[in-house]
């Protein structure tokens, strides 16, 4: 059912205002990857290091998400584009308010990824898709959940790049090869595109 008979309020300040105000620029961050691509500790250690910078930064993770605003949905084909649909959402918001908000879903469908990102397109929020790229063979012998071992037995259904298919990034911001760069390394790379596009300050 479709919600009618709503109104959006606006608040006291515009964007820019408040932009201005914070000092700072809201953004999302968009990792996207196979299970242990390195998505997640690439977006912990982000967040991390910008936190340090005092530059308000929160991320939202796929497995914690479905503890609770998505614990309603499954694994399967319309239950991960309303994953997605609704994390692009939020995270928009949390944009919007100058937060940068660091998101690390598998998100494995080219069009749930573009319609996340005319979301916030259409919103004037920039949206910065970054893949954490690392060949099967990688990922399977790193299986630091046992998730890909259970997926091939047959255990798990409908698992990415097992028995699902993923959708590599054609033109991503940010092309990280997990198995060839350190995190170190991998987050130095994005901190200088944040900085070269002028989102964070300067050193």
């Known amino acids: 059912m479709v919600a009618t008979n709503i109104t959006w309020h606006h608040g006291a300040f515009t964007r820019d205002e408040r932009q201005k105000e914070l000092n700072q620029k809201g953004l999302t961050i968009w990792f996207t990857g196979l299970s242990a691509s390195g998505k997640s500790t690439l977006a912990s250690a982000l967040e991390q290091h910008l936190v340090s910078l005092k530059i308000a930064a929160y991320r939202l993770d796929g497995d914690?998400?479905?503890?609770g605003l998505n614990k309603d949905l499954g694994f399967g084909p319309d239950a991960r584009t309303e994953n997605i649909r609704r994390?692009?959402?939020v995270s928009k918001l949390f944009a919007d308010s100058t937060q940068i908000a660091i998101t690390a879903f598998i998100s494995?469908?080219?069009s749930?990824?573009?319609a996340a990102r005319k979301l916030h397109e259409e919103a004037n929020i920039p949206f910065i898709e970054i893949f954490a790229d690392a060949p099967l063979s990688?990922?399977?012998e790193r299986d630091p959940k046992g998730l890909y071992k259970?997926?091939?037995a047959g255990e798990i259904k409908e698992f990415t790049g097992i028995s699902a298919p993923y959708e590599a990034p054609v033109n991503p911001e940010?092309?990280?090869h997990t198995d060839k760069v350190s995190i170190e390394e991998g987050v130095q790379i994005i901190l200088d595109y944040?900085?070269?596009?002028?989102?964070?300050?300067?050193?």
């Open 138 to 140: 990688i990922v399977e």
């Open 150 to 152: 259970k997926a091939k």
């Open 194 to 203: 944040l900085r070269a596009k002028e989102f964070i300050p300067q050193l």
């Open 64 to 67: 914690n998400i479905r503890f």
């Open 108 to 110: 494995p469908y080219i």
């Open 112 to 114: 749930d990824r573009d």
């Open 87 to 89: 994390i692009a959402e």
């Open 174 to 176: 940010i092309h990280i």
